[in-house]
């Protein structure tokens, strides 16, 4: 069977672009010549931002006059430096990569879609992923056990336990669809596993071979279902985090369409001093381009500067591309490049064969200054970077150290309304007695999850009514045993110190740098207070290789820090619970506590539900900061603690040189270590092989199943082509403040028991020790529109005062007296068949890619989102699944316009011939009659999204092209 698109596939040879080139190795193979595409005069192409024609060689090589045409690729090859950005470009890309949050209910809807073909009399083989995609399983694993040798194993006991039918349902997926592969648990993180693995840099087709030629290469371009999808552009390879529905459509032959970017140019030049590291760095460049607004916008990194650096530490800047605002940031292909694909194992002919098809597409060479023109050309001098921490709400907000106590006491001291944490200065100087159980080893601390007595003066146990932060534990848990330790806490303790996050943990300069620290830590006698939850979850088994090979790993042991798991934890939010007796002091007490992380997020609520500071902070000053115990601390002056002599120890004394850390990072990595590593996954994780599957083309969706149920999308899915129309009477289902973040929207981490997703699961028999974490239940669309702005730290305006997802039903409509939970006030709303929109203010969805952040609203019957500005990802998720984005015209937003809930509002100017960006009028209807029109921006953003508007969403669309195209393919056998 060959579906249309595929038959487009077929080689072209538009202004004789299609050549041949010497491959190395003795082969001959075929591409498409950017240079060609110069002399043919269609574009000045060699003076364009190397990121634009690596997307240009995907424009014209698909450009089958249907998806991709001609005029495509001559406004791409005449790229301006500065232009009003109207075209959208189509971008075929060669490769999909993602996580198992967001890819198995992305499985879901490819099998509720091959369900409806079924359902319709059709072959269901026609929803295949027609490019290959490889799903990492790494969000799911939690530190319930640190601190010890056997943390490891017990985490993914019950990784396994809690995971199993999600994981059935994978295994289901690799033998259904093709082109579907799983890198299972216990092996990586998606984009460390990306950089080390997966990544290719240069593909070939069939297509050539096909049509009796020479082979054909094209560069490795992907998206992914993670915002983090980014750190592959440090190896020189285009590629950006979309949400899961783009993503469907990609693999189903979609191109990703997305606005002509602006291209920002930042020139690096001199070298990192002594003492600063790449997570510093990567801090650095975040908050720079912070400033400079680069949100939408593609940022290429070049000059002197750029070519030293190698590619972990661009990977590590390039990974944060999320939180500086930018589609990507990116690293041309050099000589470094080709030295990592060598370093990291990969076939030596296809290393050949890499450099030579770079060199032949004049793509090869981190350009220099005049090279290129660029959108806006910003300068950075690395020996200008200093040790910096960024929080502690804020990836952005950039610290430097010796300021971080200072920054601490007046955010601790600042009102709320000014983002502070309303305490006052007599706080900080009190201490709060806790005591716990410590599960291991006294001295090194160790410190099980869970542990015995929440307090002297509670000597129950405490797990029957404590909601942990993630689950609650097992017995077993609490048999860990062991003497008791107590100690102090208070605000600003290290109560969470985590070397976590692929952003460094794929870098081994900062991983080495982690391990030298600890060392000269434990020699020097100092510990680590038993009450911090330490951690270690490197991003792949390199990691513990070289930390082993390097005899480093003793010694962060030693502190506490043993390997809790390989796979995102404390990064996604899946710290675990805190000791019961800690937890419980930081709610009694109201304690602004404290986490350490080598992550890139900090949000509200993100690290942990107990955690209000979080500080994002290179691997060696996790460990710093853990020894110290309290972010309010200045390192640079202050020791970190007493040594075995009874002396001041500080960081400056223990701080590992840089070529102490280039000597260990000569010899610990080596290629045939990546080889082993990742030639045999099965055997690597023999639970994985344990785990059932079923058969067939179709899933045999299992009513009973809290993990996987067949979603409402296509339940009455018909031909045809849908309508757009005007909105009107629609109730404001929330109104919100800035910085809404698709956590708030769709939350990850927990479920509480008296939300309405837990009361569900406790209605459908699922004991609240098997809760489990909304990521995990992504795949149930129950679970997730319950879910959706059920956040506890959301604040609806609806509501003033309260905190959590709430709301109030307004019109007469019947709901519970007083506030009422989102969903339930959803579902009056839509018994009554009255639409819903939501107000916000500036960066709407900002925050990790959750296509749950836009399908639990639109589940919830919303129709429009309102907001001063949007998150990229978000807003097309939006359009995505048949919401409609609005945005407020400058200075406009819920405060001018003194909106309280009360008010009903029209959207009109909504119908067939809508455009993208044009203007709509938003009616405001108030309470007492009055009514106003303001205009708004309707962000749709290109024609494309307005056919799937229309559809109701990009997946009928699909789906429609799909059957339509099928003609008369008889259904095959389920
Ligand atoms: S470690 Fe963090 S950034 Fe990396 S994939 Fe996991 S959640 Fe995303």
Same mark, same amino acid.
């Given at each position: 069977m060959k579906h249309w698109f595929a038959l487009m596939s077929d080689s072209h040879n538009l202004f004789d672009t299609l050549q041949k080139f010497d491959a190395g190795s003795g082969v001959t193979g075929s591409l498409y010549s950017l240079p060609q595409l110069e002399k043919a005069g269609i574009g000045p192409v060699s003076k364009l931002p190397v990121s634009i024609r690596l997307v240009l060689e995907s424009v014209l090589r698909n450009c089958d006059g249907k998806r991709v045409s001609e005029q495509n690729v001559r406004a791409l090859a005449n790229w301006k430096t500065k232009a009003a950005r109207t075209e959208e470009i189509p971008f075929v890309v060669a490769r999909i990569v993602l996580q198992d949050f967001t890819g198995v209910p992305l499985l879901v809807d490819l099998a509720a879609m091959r369900s409806a073909v079924a359902r319709l009399g059709k072959n269901p083989k026609l929803i295949e992923p027609l490019v290959p995609v490889d799903l990492v399983v790494d969000h799911s694993v939690q530190v319930d056990f640190a601190g010890s040798a056997e943390a490891l194993r017990r985490n993914l006991d019950m990784e396994f336990g809690r995971n199993r039918e999600r994981y059935q349902f994978l295994k289901w997926g690799m033998q259904a669809f093709d082109t579907f592969k799983v890198v299972p648990p216990g092996i990586g993180i998606v984009h460390q596993v990306n950089l080390e693995y997966l990544a290719k840099g240069v593909l070939s087709t069939a297509q050539g071979a096909k049509s009796g030629t020479v082979p054909l290469y094209y560069p490795d371009t992907l998206v992914g279902t993670d915002s983090h999808t980014t750190m592959i552009n440090g190896l020189g390879i285009v590629g950006w985090g979309v949400g899961g529905i783009e993503a469907e459509a990609g693999m189903l032959g979609q191109p990703v369409y997305f606005l002509t970017p602006d291209v920002v140019g930042v020139h690096l030049h001199g070298s990192l001093r002594e003492g600063v590291t790449a997570t510093d760095l990567a801090l650095t460049v975040t908050q720079l381009l912070r400033k400079a607004k680069v949100v939408g916008k593609f940022v290429e990194f070049?000059?002197?500067?750029?070519?030293?650096?190698?590619?972990?530490?661009?990977?590590?800047?390039?990974?944060?591309?999320?939180?500086?605002?930018?589609?990507?940031?990116?690293?041309?292909?050099?000589?470094?490049?080709?030295?990592?694909?060598?370093?990291?194992?990969?076939?030596e002919e296809h290393v050949r @064969?890499?450099?030579?098809?770079?060199?032949?597409?004049? @793509?090869?060479?981190?350009?220099?200054?005049?090279?290129?023109?660029?959108?806006?050309?910003?300068?950075?001098?690395?020996?200008?970077?200093?040790?910096?921490?960024?929080?502690?709400?804020?990836?952005?907000?950039?610290?430097?150290?010796?300021?971080?106590?200072?920054?601490?006491?007046s955010t601790f001291t600042k009102p709320v309304t000014e983002n502070g944490f309303g305490?006052?200065?007599?706080?900080?100087?009190?201490?709060?007695? $806790?005591? $716990?159980?410590?599960?291991?080893?006294?001295?090194?601390?160790?410190?099980?999850?869970?542990?015995?007595?929440?307090?002297?003066?509670?000597?129950?146990?405490?797990?029957?009514?404590l909601e942990m932060a993630n689950n609650r534990p097992t017995p077993d848990m609490i048999n860990g045993g062991g003497a008791e330790v107590s100690g102090s806490i208070r605000h600003g303790s290290v109560l969470i110190a985590a070397i976590t996050s692929c952003t460094n943990t794929s870098n081994p300069s900062v991983m080495l740098a982690a391990g030298l620290l600890a060392k000269k830590a434990v020699e020097r006698g100092l510990q680590v207070n038993p009450l911090v939850k330490t951690s270690l979850a490197p991003g792949s088994r390199v990691v513990t290789d070289y930390l082993n090979q390097s005899g480093l790993q003793p010694f962060l042991d030693k502190l506490g820090f043993n390997v809790v798991g390989y796979g995102c934890t404390t990064c996604i939010g899946n710290s675990g619970p805190l000791a019961a007796p800690v937890d419980e002091a930081i709610g009694k007490f109201d304690l602004v506590a404290a986490s350490v992380l080598s992550g890139n997020r900090n949000f509200e609520a993100r690290v942990h539900q107990s955690i209000k500071a979080n500080f994002l902070m290179s691997p060696p000053l996790v460990v710093a900061f853990a020894l110290a115990g309290r972010v309010d601390i200045d390192l640079t002056t202050e020791p970190l603690g007493k040594g075995k002599d009874g002396g001041d120890v500080y960081l400056k004394d223990i701080w590992p040189s840089l070529q102490e850390v280039r000597d260990l990072f000569r010899t610990t990595l080596r290629p045939e270590v990546f080889r082993q590593l990742y030639r045999d996954f099965a055997q690597l994780n023999p639970k994985w092989n344990e785990i059932p599957s079923s058969t067939g083309n179709v899933y045999q969706w299992d009513s009973t199943s809290t993990y996987i149920q067949e979603p409402p999308f296509f339940l009455n899915f018909k031909l045809g082509s849908g309508t757009i129309a005007e909105i009107k009477g629609a109730r404001p289902l929330g109104i919100f403040g800035d910085s809404v973040t698709t956590d708030h929207i769709s939350p990850a981490g927990s479920i509480k028991k008296t939300s309405a997703a837990g009361k569900y699961l406790l209605e459908h028999g699922v004991s609240y020790e098997e809760f489990n974490s909304y990521g995990s239940r992504r795949g149930n669309d129950r679970v997730m529109t319950r879910g959706t702005f059920a956040n506890v730290r959301i604040k609806n305006l609806i509501v003033p005062g309260t905190e959590g997802g709430v709301t109030k039903v307004f019109g007469g409509i019947k709901a519970a007296e007083g506030p009422v939970t989102i969903y339930d006030g959803a579902m009056a709303y839509q018994a009554q068949g009255t639409p819903l929109v939501v107000i916000a203010g500036q960066e709407y969805g900002t925050g990790s890619s959750r296509d749950w952040a836009a399908k639990g609203t639109a589940l919830l019957g919303v129709r429009a989102v309102i907001a001063q500005s949007f998150e990229r990802i978000h807003r097309s998720n939006l359009v995505g699944m048949g919401v409609l984005p609005l945005q407020f015209k400058e200075g406009v937003n819920v405060q001018t316009l003194k909106l309280d809930g009360s008010e009903t509002y029209d959207v009109l100017g909504l119908g067939p011939n809508l455009k993208p960006q044009q203007d709509l009028t938003l009616r405001i209807n108030r309470a007492n009659g009055q009514s106003e029109n303001i205009p708004v921006t309707c962000r749709i953003d290109t024609p494309i999204e307005i056919d799937y508007y229309q559809h109701g969403g990009i997946l009928p669309f699909v789906l429609r092209q799909l059957v339509g195209a099928s003609g008369n393919s008889s259904p095959a056998k389920a």
């Open positions: 070049y000059g002197p500067g750029a070519a030293a650096l190698p590619v972990v530490d661009r990977a590590t800047i390039a990974n944060m591309a999320p939180e500086y605002g930018a589609t990507m940031g990116f690293f041309p292909i050099d000589s470094e490049s080709v030295g990592y694909f060598r370093a990291t194992g990969r076939p @064969l890499y450099e030579a098809y770079y060199r032949a597409q004049g @793509l090869f060479g981190m350009p220099q200054k005049g090279d290129i023109s660029y959108s806006a050309d910003l300068d950075l001098d690395l020996a200008g970077v200093v040790p910096s921490v960024a929080g502690p709400k804020r990836p952005q907000d950039r610290i430097e150290l010796p300021n971080l106590k200072k920054e601490f006491v305490k006052s200065q007599d706080d900080l100087a009190r201490n709060f007695e $806790v005591a $716990v159980q410590n599960g291991c080893s006294p001295g090194g601390g160790s410190q099980e999850p869970v542990s015995g007595a929440a307090s002297k003066a509670q000597n129950t146990n405490p797990y029957t009514e």
